[in-house]
């Protein structure tokens, strides 16, 4: 029996189901699938009598890949029964082929993830590949949704409730190894090609073996690992869970609060009501706001990015060997580090060796602690360290296939040293200036090839920071963006490709969410309000917080260099209310932010810093009027508005790269999916009338130009 994406075939008492999704690289349970499965269950029903045995198998290199995701995006409130059904369905079938009284082994030949691993758990015998880039796991929450296909309610009848924790909550993935040692695998081969005499081998040895053919569950002896939730010890840690996980949740993820209320109601119940129990949670996420936001952004925007869809087409695929890096602070130690991790040689050039030796030394620190935990070898950060040189001498930066400079945001410094170094380029090579604001077509005046100068645009710390920015100055040809493409890819980063402007598409934003809560604190807004609120709204840190960590006085040095740019081009700088009072801080109050000693926190020595007490007399207004939402919606609309504008300018060409970049550039919070995901999510109208609301009472930064408003439409997303 053969449907579009399963095979059936019924030999020597074997009845073999492989998946095999016609027209697709991977198995899903796309609505053909779930049909075809429902044929499948009712033909093993039918051949009970002839069968010994089921083996579940797969045609791909990739065993499962779990749920069709463009469905879920179509799903609204509305679709909340007819989802649940869906889902209920293809547990009635998966239960079908489990209870058949017969052997089922899945034959686990690549990856199962999410749905994918929940396929694999149908087989009461589950063999893998030993190959330790095969992944199994349940990713699903990172998704905004939880493992519904009775992922949770098996891995906490196998594992128990606390052990199962890691692999439902905070979905960790694990190899064929691990798989083996918690229990969850029970025989690895070496090969694909021992998969099916394996299984057979198995099914022989299990006949006349009732237990063999029974999942742990179902048997009359079953006792969940650990205890239940009425077990003293397990209420204990129970009692406590909600709150620890709200803490981190913050309340704006329904995903892992659902979870654990599966996980806990199901290990109350028996097996089939815990696994309806699954299913209502499932359903009422997968027809959620926030699901939507997080698989739009964590899964259809990512695979655009790693896919290259911004990287300019039909330009050779390129391998940087060796790379330059001019200044050895705290950027470029960094730059380096992530290079010579990834195998790459690097120059390291400061204006002393001592200087480009303390550089290097931070890889050296931070391999060190690799070393001490056992995760890394000496051997190993040896071969990391040597691959560093660092040198006072720009001569050592010849045959370099790019160059990277890192030094200060000050245009004549970076103007000398890209002077300097871009004639010990290697033949075919290009130059990139870090710079986080100043436009780079302004940097390429200094560069003999002002076609080979890119914007590469690193974030602090560069060691934890995922997401570069490719910045595209007016000369800047195909050729370099596409090598820029392939060298961040190559350090394992995410890329986002943005046209230049003054803080191009990530400073620019980012400059709105510190600024708008710069000028709220002018408005008489208690400090503590604004930080707690923009907390609440998802962001990492209150934007005061902030300001304080990327220096109160590197502000000031931007708006001072703007105001100087704009003087040249004939126009007059109108500081924003944000900019005003940062500038009073630094002018009049000399607080530069934490290197210099205290900005709107202090930072007492071996204590836990505090808002500036000097803060409340200085700018809070007892009588200043204020809503927790509209404090919190100032802060997150700003930068929406901020990235739509960047879309209509055409400094941002796709959605993927504004939500991926708001979202690991700039903190914007995930279960938004990112600042434009958050437009689209609420819907345009919705977030037009607010934007009104908020131009009308907070000024033109919440205004949508008409331009602005036909881009978004233009822009959006159709599933």
Not at 46 to 52: C, F, G
Not at 201 to 229: L, N, S
Not at 539 to 556: F, I, N, Q, R, Y
Not at 679 to 700: N, T
Request: with cysteine; aromatic share 8%; glycine share 10%.
């Amino acid at each position: 029996m053969i449907t579009k994406t399963i095979r059936y075939e019924l030999t020597n008492g074997i009845a073999t189901i492989t998946f095999d999704e016609q027209g697709s690289p991977v198995n899903t349970m796309c609505l053909q699938w779930q049909e075809d499965l429902d044929a499948i269950a009712a033909q093993v029903v039918k051949d009970k009598a002839q069968i010994k045995g089921i083996v579940l198998a797969s045609a791909k290199s990739t065993f499962f890949a779990g749920a069709d995701l463009k469905g879920v995006m179509r799903s609204t409130e509305a679709d909340g029964p007819r989802v649940f059904k869906e889902i209920e369905r293809i547990k009635r079938n998966f239960r079908t082929l489990e209870t058949q009284g017969v052997p089922v082994v899945s034959c686990l030949n690549g990856a199962a993830l999410g749905g994918g691993w929940e396929v694999a758990l149908v087989g009461h015998h589950r063999i893998a590949v030993n190959n330790p880039k095969i992944q199994f796991g349940l990713p699903e929450i990172t998704l905004g949704l939880i493992p519904g296909g009775g992922g949770i309610t098996k891995m906490t009848r196998v594992l128990g409730l606390m052990a199962a924790q890691p692999y439902i909550l905070e979905s960790k993935l694990f190899g064929p190894e691990e798989a083996l040692k918690i229990g969850v695998v029970h025989e690895l081969v070496a090969t694909a090609e021992e998969l099916m005499p394996r299984a057979l081998a198995f099914i022989e040895a299990a006949q006349g073996k009732p237990e063999a053919a029974q999942h742990v569950w179902d048997r009359k002896d079953y006792k969940m690992p650990g205890g239940t939730p009425s077990n003293p010890k397990i209420a204990g840690m129970l009692s406590v869970a909600p709150a620890v996980l709200k803490q981190k949740t913050r309340g704006l993820y329904p995903a892992p609060e659902a979870a654990l209320a599966a996980m806990v109601e199901g290990a109350m119940v028996d097996f089939d009501t815990a696994m309806r129990v699954e299913s209502r949670y499932l359903a009422g996420l997968m027809t959620g706001g926030v699901a939507r936001n997080m698989i739009n952004t964590f899964f259809f925007n990512m695979n655009a990015i790693k896919g290259g869809q911004s990287r300019p087409k039909d330009v050779p695929r390129y391998q940087p060997k060796k790379v330059g890096i001019l200044g050895a602070g705290m950027m470029g130690s960094g730059i380096a580090y992530a290079q010579a991790s990834k195998g790459i040689a690097t120059v390291l050039k400061d204006v002393s060796v001592e200087a480009a030796e303390k550089g290097k030394g931070y890889t050296t620190k931070l391999t060190q602690k690799r070393v001490d935990k056992g995760q890394m070898s000496a051997e190993k950060q040896q071969g990391i360290l040597g691959l560093i040189t660092p040198t006072a001498s720009a001569q050592d930066l010849k045959g370099c296939d790019l160059i990277i400079e890192a030094v200060f945001e000050q245009r004549e410094l970076k103007a000398m040293v890209t002077k300097e170094a871009e004639p010990m380029l290697a033949e075919g090579g290009f130059f990139a200036s870090n710079t986080s604001t100043l436009p780079i077509s302004g940097l390429a005046q200094a560069s003999a090839k002002p076609q080979k100068f890119v914007g590469i645009h690193f974030f602090s710390p560069v060691d934890k920071m995922k997401l570069v920015e490719i910045i595209r100055g007016k000369d800047t040809d195909d050729e370099t963006i596409a090598r820029a493409y392939d060298y961040v890819q190559a350090l394992g980063k995410l890329p986002i490709v943005v046209n230049d402007s003054r803080g191009f598409y990530t400073s620019r934003t980012f400059g709105t969410f510190v600024m708008e809560g710069a000028a709220m604190l002018g408005e008489g807004i208690p400090a503590p309000v604004i930080e707690n609120a923009a907390m609440q709204a998802g962001m990492p840190v209150g934007p005061l917080a902030v300001l304080d960590e990327t220096a109160l006085s590197l502000s000031v040095h931007v708006l001072e260099q703007t105001r100087v740019d704009f003087q040249k081009e004939g126009r007059q700088y109108v500081a924003t209310p944000g900019e005003t009072l940062v500038e009073r801080m630094v002018k009049q109050h000399h607080r530069a932010g934490r290197a210099a000693g205290g900005g709107f926190y202090d930072y007492p020595a071996g204590g836990k810093k505090h808002l500036w007490p000097e803060l409340k007399a200085l700018f809070e207004k007892p009588g200043v009027e204020w809503n927790l939402q509209d404090v919190k919606d100032r802060l997150l609309y700003r930068q929406a508005v901020e990235t739509a504008r960047c879309l209509a300018e055409g400094v941002l060409t796709s959605v993927h790269d504004g939500n991926i970049g708001s979202i690991f550039g700039i903190g914007f919070p995930a279960w938004t999916g990112g600042a434009l995901q958050f437009i689209y999510g609420q819907g345009i109208e919705s977030f037009e009338a607010r934007c009104a609301e908020l131009a009308a009472r907070h000024g033109s930064g919440f205004a949508l130009g008409e331009a602005v408003k036909s881009s978004l439409r233009q822009h959006q997303p159709a599933y």
